[in-house]
């Protein structure tokens, strides 16, 4: 995963930091919170390895996000990068606020944790895939072929994205609901926030 954003174009607009560190500490950072999720035995303290590994790879995807002047296909592989790192964020924000909630028990939290684990993991896979399309040396593919794949690896990255705002929302409904019959709404609304998307 050495050269995730190596596109050559792309090279003489990265001024200060190096591109390929930038990416690949975002795929690692990933890959890390796959396994430290999956190696647990005591499922808080664990997620508080997890919180860490996290907050060690966020300067990589801050500084990714903050990059604009980029051809098309650098700015594709980018964006593509940028969601994994996205849904990192959400799993790693959403799950710390679920397990602060009294609406979902031990055995509920180790099934969510094991969904986003799975999902982020899947998200990783598809950028496997992309750096061997993005480096150039690898393969023998033209330009158009080699931009078609990396649209294909943005879509299907899209997709998990979108599910795990989908499963993050299902599951803050769950919690809602619950609440609501306990007549403590207000609590799960100061625990998630009153975003313009509404989780239920």
Request: charged share 25%; proline share 2%; no cysteine.
């Amino acid at each position: 995963m050495a050269i995730v954003l190596a596109v050559t174009p792309a090279r003489a607009q990265w001024v200060v930091t190096d591109p390929t560190n930038l990416a690949q500490g975002i795929v690692n950072t990933a890959q890390e919170i796959v396994q430290t999720s999956s190696i647990a035995s005591n499922m808080i303290n664990n997620f508080k390895e997890v919180q860490k590994v996290y907050n060690q790879g966020k300067e990589y995807y801050d500084a990714l996000k903050a990059v604009n002047d980029l051809v098309k296909d650098a700015r594709r592989v980018q964006q593509t990068v940028l969601m994994v790192g996205d849904i990192s964020e959400m799993y790693v924000t959403n799950f710390n606020k679920m397990m602060n909630d009294p609406n979902f028990n031990e055995q509920e939290l180790s099934a969510i944790g094991f969904g986003y684990s799975r999902l982020l993991n899947e998200s990783s896979d598809l950028l496997n895939e992309l750096h061997q399309i993005v480096n150039a040396s690898t393969l023998s593919l033209n330009d158009k072929e080699r931009m078609d794949i990396i649209d294909r690896v943005y879509k299907e990255v899209k997709e998990h994205h979108n599910l795990v705002r989908y499963y993050t929302n299902k599951n803050i409904s769950v919690s809602f609901l619950r609440a609501k019959k306990q007549n403590d709404t207000e609590r799960v609304l100061k625990l998630y926030g009153t975003s313009e998307e509404k989780y239920w």
